[in-house]
């Protein structure tokens, strides 16, 4: 069975980044450009992660989270916050089940995010795929 991501954000290489990061470890990635367009996909896929920008146009990755943590159907999805600075995400934080950072490896950062959110067998699973 294959693994889904949703991936939002709307800067095209910071998408294109982490989709293509995904997709070479084996998942199907959705992907939207704000947190509007992603509730629409959540209407036809349930990702097991979804990786989100926060400042994005029509719909921010913190209205976003809210959303989703207030449908009780979709509550338990881990969300991965990618931000471009540390500053100010402290609430947002608190919802969210890892923060990575744009300025730093974005590709380090989402395998241990994969490890900490699916847990180690699945880090495993998608090392092995990858050749790593």
């Keep these: 069975m294959s693994r889904v991501a949703l991936v939002v954000d709307d800067s095209m290489l910071i998408r294109h980044t982490v989709c293509r990061f995904l997709e ?66 402290e609430e947002v934080e608190k919802r969210a089940s890892f923060t990575i950072f744009k300025d730093i490896n974005i590709e380090d950062q989402l395998a241990k995010a994969l490890e900490v959110v699916l847990g180690a067998k699945a880090a495993e699973a998608q090392a092995a795929r990858s050749g790593a």
Excluded at 73 to 81: F, Q, T
């Design 24 to 89: 070479e470890r084996g998942f199907t990635v959705e992907s939207a450009t704000n947190g509007w367009e992603a509730l629409e996909a959540l209407k036809r896929v349930r990702p097991q992660v979804i990786i989100t920008d926060i400042q994005m146009p029509i719909m921010s990755g913190t209205e976003l989270i809210t959303a989703l943590k207030s449908d009780a159907g979709l509550a338990a999805i881990p969300i991965v916050i990618v931000a471009s600075k540390q500053s100010g995400l």
